[in-house]
């Protein structure tokens, strides 16, 4: 079936170091592909997205970047501060018009002050 | 705009038990999405529901259903309860549920099985 996978699995970073986590997708036809942050006990937030017809798009620290033809997207953050720390999930849509979203295993992303 | 809400937030129950847990969209949301949350396997998809139809499903056994009523509000059932089932459930909304639709996510209803 279709899948996702997301490396690391655990990232450690100093304060103000850049972060960058990977995934790689299955399905050829997946064209949204969205990051989601998880802090400890909450609900998975979205952070950014990203649309098969962009290659990268930046918000202030974030940025997410696409290779269709690899089948893999990244995110990137940028001076990170210790409420980065959480669960990163990347996940791609599943189908069509009525596709879903298939989630990597996440990365729990730590950074040290 | 009132986010997506989950009731009850945590429930305990035993082997064999079945269990309906709620999901509120966020108002003028028409697509209900449910997935399954535990620290071995992530977030793993269990199904949607647009205008109160199930439009696609994952990999789970039939003991998992659920279904959409007109106000676009969903429940998901689990019967014969297994020790396995103890997860985190999360549902999520989205305008139509479209492939680029962004989702939201509710807070979640713990499951505990003994």
């Known amino acids: 079936g279709e899948n996702v996978e997301q490396h690391p699995s655990t990232l450690s970073v100093q304060e103000g170091d850049s972060a960058v986590i990977k995934c790689t997708y299955s399905?050829?036809?997946?064209?949204?592909f969205p990051w989601y942050k998880q802090e400890l006990g909450k609900r998975p937030q979205l952070i950014i997205d990203i649309r098969s017809n962009v290659g990268e798009k930046k918000d202030q620290r974030i940025a997410v970047t696409l290779n269709k033809t690899a089948k893999h997207f990244s995110l990137h953050i940028t001076e990170t501060q210790p409420e980065d720390s959480a669960v990163y999930f990347c996940a791609a849509s599943i189908g069509g018009s009525q596709g879903n979203l298939i989630f990597g295993k996440g990365t729990k992303l730590s950074v040290k002050p | 705009k009132a986010g997506v809400t989950q009731t009850p937030r945590y429930l305990i129950k035993t082997r064999g038990q079945q269990v309906t847990l709620s999901c509120s969209p966020i108002?003028?949301?028409?697509?209900v999405s449910w997935y399954q949350q535990t620290p071995g396997q992530g977030l793993q998809f269990l199904f949607e529901y647009f205008s109160e139809t199930q439009r696609n499903k994952g990999n789970f056994p039939g003991r998992f259903s659920g279904r959409q009523f007109s106000n676009s509000r969903s429940e998901m059932n689990v019967s014969t309860l297994e020790l396995g089932d103890s997860a985190l459930y999360l549902c999520a909304s989205s305008l139509t549920g479209g492939s680029t639709n962004e989702q939201f996510f509710g807070p979640g209803t713990r499951l505990t099985v003994l």
């Open positions: 108002s003028g949301h028409r697509s």
């Open positions: 399905d050829s036809a997946s064209n949204y």
